[in-house]
């Protein structure tokens, strides 16, 4: 936006990296502020909002069904019994009293582990992902030629992206009632284990296979994230009492990581070297993404912020219509004749608290649409550079610290923070003003006036 009102006003745009070095140093300021002052502003008292600091994580959840000494991973020996059968075929727990929640097989990139589902055939050194007690997995990698192997932080990370737990409860009208775990058929019926079953908030002990089940038992069930949300719409045999904490914070898509990057570096590189024009290129790595299945394109949509997209476009045609009748060179004036007597300086000091003060209330992309024209014209009427007072339009559109409602960014961590609107207020108002003052040091120097 500010590009385009240099273009408008006949100058010449800034290069991609032009905002660059002034951003670099306000990234530091604020680092050293946040690291230094603004953490003794911040609440002490833990976040006492939101749901994800009440949930249970993945080890807590383990822990009150005995499981955590219980997780082991093996690999399959060639010459093993086991390979060619489906998981469903093994009866790994009626046969051993184990239970195969994941199997590791290495993909194009790195290892990939997959929900051990009922179709799913044994290969040649696959690992195993299982859980049950030590004494019967010695007696499984006997008699079924299996190494086992130490589960490192690599391993647990992406045990943790691929594969997770919830736990589910059965009402009094379940039909689960009175069937044993082997008739309820949960793997093949929703393509996840049960690993556990607590009853009167006491973990049952040893092969569950045969345990019938009763009102008011709850289940720790373990498989694919996707498999574990889809329990939420099941609502007449179990009901899912809280999803684990680590659920808010998996990334659906995490395996095209490697193609999201490319697609990024892709789209800076047009960007810097003019390939494209700009909304040529993000456009083209939106599609990108979408076509790599980096993200759904429903996904896509919600993540539209509609609100700031209407205020933008309605923004636009202001710009235009103050420009047309004047409104821009009234206001330029005023700022004019009420600064410009002092040196172009403080101009730029009225300037910044302008667009930061409008910056507070709308986005900083429609704080730019309708201060940049101004900001150029007044410098155009002090016979001094506009280059400085654009710079310091976009500084300071985007200085939105002082409310929660001034950036999509801020209202994300108010709540999972905890904080309340005098929090931004206490710790943002301050950096606004040290903002403020690097911009008017730095900006001349960098950007003469």
């Known amino acids: 936006m500010i590009n385009d009102a240099l273009s408008d006003a006949g100058l010449q745009p800034f290069g991609f990296f032009g905002v660059t070095p002034i951003g670099l140093l306000m990234l530091l300021l604020g680092i050293i502020y946040m690291l230094t002052i603004g953490r003794r502003l911040l609440p002490t008292s833990p976040p006492q909002t939101g749901t994800a600091g009440q949930r249970r994580t993945l080890w807590e959840l383990a822990q009150s069904y005995d499981l955590t000494e219980q997780l082991h991973r093996l690999r399959l020996d060639p010459n093993s019994s086991l390979i060619g059968e489906t998981v469903a075929d093994a009866r790994l727990r009626t046969r051993y009293g184990i239970n195969i929640v994941g199997i590791g097989r290495r993909g194009r990139l790195s290892e990939e582990v997959s929900p051990a589902l009922s179709h799913l055939e044994f290969h040649a050194a696959d690992e195993l992902y299982l859980v049950g007690p030590n004494q019967a997995v010695e007696a499984f ?254 500084v300071a559109a985007s200085a939105a610290f002082v409310t929660p409602v001034s950036s999509p960014v801020n209202t994300l961590v108010l709540a999972p923070g905890g904080y309340r609107f005098l929090d931004f207020v206490r710790v943002g108002f301050p950096l606004l003003l040290l903002a403020m003052v690097l911009t008017l040091v730095l900006v001349p120097i960098l950007l003469p006036l």
Not at 145 to 155: M, T, Y
Not at 221 to 241: H, M, N, P, T, Y
Not at 324 to 340: K, N, P, S, Y
Not at 387 to 394: K, S
Request: with cysteine; aromatic share 6%; hydrophobic share 55%.
């Open 141 to 394: 990698c006997s008699a079924e030629r299996l190494d086992r192997l130490l589960i490192d932080d690599s391993q647990q990370r992406t045990l943790a992206n691929e594969l997770g737990m919830v736990e589910v409860m059965l009402p009094p009208d379940s039909e689960l009632i009175g069937q044993t775990l082997s008739q309820a058929a949960f793997r093949s019926r929703h393509g996840l284990s049960v690993l556990g079953i607590r009853r009167k908030r006491q973990p049952l002990p040893g092969n569950l296979i045969q345990e019938k089940l009763a009102f008011g038992d709850t289940l720790l069930v373990a498989g694919s994230w996707k498999q574990i949300g889809l329990l939420q719409d099941e609502q007449r045999d179990f009901l899912v009492l809280s999803l684990p904490a680590e659920h808010s914070t998996i990334a659906p898509a995490y395996r095209q990581a490697p193609f999201a990057l490319l697609i990024l570096l892709a789209m800076v590189v047009s960007m810097t070297l003019g390939l494209l024009p700009n909304v040529a290129a993000v456009l083209l790595a939106a599609l990108a993404m979408g076509l790599f299945r980096c993200l759904r394109m429903e996904d896509a949509y919600r993540s539209i912020n509609w609100p700031s997209l209407v205020v933008i476009a309605g923004m636009l045609p202001l710009a235009e219509a103050m420009q047309q009748a004047g409104g821009v060179t009234l206001i330029a004036d005023a700022l004019v004749t009420g600064l410009g007597g002092f040196g172009p300086l403080v101009l730029l000091a009225g300037v910044f608290l302008l667009a930061a003060l409008l910056g507070m209330f709308i986005s900083n992309t429609a704080t730019a649409v309708l201060i940049a024209p101004v900001a150029i014209a007044a410098a155009q009427q002090l016979e001094v550079s506009a280059y400085p007072f654009a710079m310091t339009v976009a």
